[in-house]
């Protein structure tokens, strides 16, 4: 089976205030340190990583785009030799534009980067300062052009909505702004509030104007649903947008639940039935010998697993593969969840094409409904 590379940056250049990733806003001077432990480290674990091939590679972060060139060049070089990757394979950098320069985006190109993942959250400039992000609009919009002139190809911009105060139509001109950059890609994502940020902190005082409610978020997406589609893009999963052929070809890896190999402090691996993390420590990453550095997540259950696997699969509006699903779990997912799925079935939530069984778009809009129904009925049928 193919798998998938992912690279944690954990630096950033000031922290946002709804941000609860792993990101550190103050210690570039250990990139170089850093760099050269990525480089060891993947080449530690290439002999654990029991894939046929590399088919993606993704930096995220963190800003990756903090990276120059030569250093993404240096750790493309050391995953290149000491790992089986396709030719094709999709390499892409998340960044922030308001760290997009000229020579990196190059210098990227040149590595062999060929996908260019921005995080630009808004178009509105009240927003994005609300949200404590380093761009303005126009400096997104700048970035964007950069880096088409650079040679991108490939683009996605991620948005949010749901922030304090927006409305529908607010929301609507961001699309419609992001639309007038002719992305190959949009990820839109509701806007959770982590407790603990400065933003949830805001929030509960009542410094920021109240969150959208329910109506107003479904009118967001059903512009969304409407605009992208009228405009060529084919929701390909819950929160993803593509123009035909320009899918995530890495976020498919974690939504069909195929192996992936993390590196970096916080990063996460998937490989076989085990599922492994590094502690969100940098510092003692950088000390740590490669073994230890990596921590078995949970007890990895069977039944864990089956649910994940149509979890995952039911956010991709191709579903999830029943054969693949049979060769794992020795049955098809109603012999797991007969009641519910039966139900899924009369109410016209799921249909099955092409060897998938798969969310309707209305099965799709109470998702949540459902896989909770799926865990109460698991549940029900446990022996104690
Ligand atoms: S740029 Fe991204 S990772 Fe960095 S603080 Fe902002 S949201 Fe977090």
Same mark, same amino acid.
Request: glycine residues 10%; hydrophobic residues 30%; contains cysteine.
């Given at each position: 089976m193919k798998g998938s590379l992912y690279i944690h940056? @954990?630096?950033?250049l000031r922290k946002c205030a709804y941000c609860d990733f792993?990101?550190?806003?103050?210690?570039?001077?250990l990139k170089e340190a850093y760099v050269k432990t990525v480089c060891e480290e993947l080449t530690l674990q290439a002999a654990s990583f029991d894939v046929t091939e590399v088919h993606s590679i993704y930096f995220g972060g !963190?800003? @990756?785009?903090?990276?120059t060139g030569h250093e993404v060049k240096e750790i493309l070089r050391t995953a290149f030799t000491a790992y089986h990757i396709c030719p094709d394979a999709e390499i892409t950098m998340e960044g922030n534009p308001g760290t997009l320069t000229e020579a990196n985006l190059t210098g990227y190109l040149e590595a062999g980067v060929n996908r260019l993942s921005l995080g630009?959250?808004?178009?509105d400039p009240g927003e994005l300062s609300m949200l404590g992000r380093i761009h303005t609009p126009e400096e997104a919009e700048h970035a964007v052009r950069l880096a088409r002139k650079a040679g991108f190809r490939n683009i996605n911009l991620d948005l949010m909505y !749901?922030?304090? !105060?927006?409305?529908a139509d607010g929301f609507e001109r961001t699309l419609r702004r992001a639309i007038s950059l002719y992305p190959e890609h949009l990820s839109c994502y509701s806007l959770i509030v982590e407790p603990g940020t400065p933003l949830a902190l805001r929030i509960e005082q009542n410094q920021v104007p109240p969150l959208p409610g329910e109506e107003t978020i479904l009118e967001m997406e059903e512009t969304m649903k409407t605009l992208l589609r009228e405009q060529g893009f084919h929701r390909y999963e819950v929160s993803n947008y593509a123009r035909e052929g320009f899918e995530s070809r890495h976020n498919l890896t974690y939504w069909e639940c195929e192996p992936y190999l993390g590196i970096g402090p916080a990063a996460h691996s998937c490989i076989g039935s085990k599922r492994f993390y590094c502690p969100d420590d940098l510092k003692k990453w950088l000390l740590g010998p490669s073994t230890e550095r990596y921590l078995e997540e949970g007890d990895n259950q069977e039944s864990d697993r089956r649910f994940e696997r149509v979890m995952m699969g039911f956010r991709m509006t191709r579903g999830v593969d029943l054969a693949r699903f049979w060769e794992d779990f020795g049955a098809r997912p109603e012999c797991f969840w007969p009641k519910t799925l039966s139900e899924m079935k009369k109410m016209n939530m799921v249909r099955e094409q092409d060897g998938r069984l798969a969310l309707t778009e209305t099965g799709m809009d109470v998702m949540n409904y459902w896989l909770v129904k799926m865990m109460e009925e698991e549940e029900s049928t446990k022996e104690y």
């Open positions: 940056v @954990p630096f950033c792993y990101s550190l806003p103050d210690q570039l001077s !963190g800003t @990756p785009t903090l990276l630009v959250q808004s178009f !749901g922030l304090p !105060g927006q409305r």
